[in-house]
Nanobody
Framework: QVQLVESGGGLVQPGGSLRLSCAAS????????MGWYRQVEGKERELVAENTRGARTRYADFVKGRFTASRDYAKNTVYLQMNSLKPEDTAVYYC???????????????WGQGTLVTVSS
């Protein structure tokens, strides 16, 4: 079992900033990727940013230049720094981890509980 603990959501005014964090713990041999998705009620969950070990972080077009994802490999933690927030960024943000339990395991998927980000004046 893997547990993901997210924090950092809340209410912010347009143009403001927030920083989300997500820490993974449990039976983890290695992590292939960590990232963030978001979902608005009634819509599909969509990729925000994903960091893959050994590769460049990929971002959704709608956050390029405003959001930055980073990882602390030693702490199995991923962060999402969100700047210049817009009302349309309002959503529940979910952390995602692709990990392996052993060196020979297939990759597995885990999701955080979600944290609400509200951008409003």
């Amino acid at each position: 079992q893997v547990q993901l603990v997210e924090s950092g959501g809340g209410l912010v005014q347009p143009g403001g900033s927030l920083r989300l964090s997500c820490a993974a713990s449990g039976t983890i041999y290695s992590i292939d990727a960590m990232g963030w998705y978001r979902q608005v009620e009634g819509k599909e969950r969509e990729l925000v940013a994903e960091n893959t070990r050994g590769a460049r972080t990929r971002y959704a077009d709608f956050v390029k230049g405003r959001f930055t994802a980073s990882r602390d490999y030693a702490k199995n933690t991923v962060y999402l720094q969100m700047n210049s927030l817009k009302p349309e960024d309002t959503a529940v943000y979910y952390c995602n981890v692709v990990y392996r339990r052993t060196s020979w395991s297939d990759p597995l998927d885990a999701w955080g509980q979600g944290t609400l980000v509200t951008v409003s004046s």
